[in-house]
């Protein structure tokens, strides 16, 4: 599976050192997508270190995963019914299934996280430090866990449990 990845080399005096690898939320978020809304603070990170951000796989360029949305012209009522969601949920799991990769036991986010350390490998990064938010530190407690050797340092901000 080909997977959206940008690296932002830091400083070429002051940075450069190794990288900062960002976990977007979610689950669904990409983090390219997150670019252009995140440059500034990319900016300061730069000075120190390149920011690396992969679209996980089922996200933004990474083989996106993504089910039409209902009307948001729908009754209230229509939409929080049980049997309706359940419908609307089965339609996008099928329609989803279709796809040339649309195998869905392949987007876990330990899988995904095997995708990282692998991008990490491909870039000769020694060690990263992981960002994340929301889902993403989920996604960095689990890369983590498979990867201890390769983490330098970690951020995690609004914390979601693993059984999320």
Do not use: W
């Not at 799991?93 to 036991?105: E, F, I, M, S, V």
């Not at 870039?123 to 430090?129: I, R, S």
Request: hydrophobic content about 40%; some cysteine; aromatic content about 6%.
């Amino acid at each position: 599976m080909a997977l959206g990845v940008v690296r932002f080399d830091g400083h070429p005096v002051l940075g450069g050192k190794g990288g900062d690898l960002f976990f977007a939320g979610g689950p669904g978020q990409s983090a390219i997508g997150l670019a252009g809304p995140m440059a500034r603070l990319f900016q300061r990170f730069l000075n120190r270190r390149d920011v690396i951000l992969i679209d996980q796989r089922g996200t933004g360029r990474s083989a996106p995963l993504e089910c039409e949305d209902e009307l948001p012209t729908r009754p209230v009522a229509d939409a929080l019914d049980p049997a309706r969601q359940q419908k609307v949920l089965m339609e996008c799991r099928d329609a989803l299934q279709k796809l040339p990769h649309g195998d869905l036991r392949r987007y876990t986010t330990s899988i995904a996280m095997a995708d990282a350390e692998a991008v990490r490998q491909a870039l000769g990064v020694a060690q990263v430090n992981v960002v994340g938010g929301s889902y993403g530190t989920r996604a960095a407690l689990e890369y983590m866990r498979q990867f201890p050797g390769s983490v330098r340092r970690a951020v995690i901000d609004g914390v979601a449990p693993p059984d999320m």
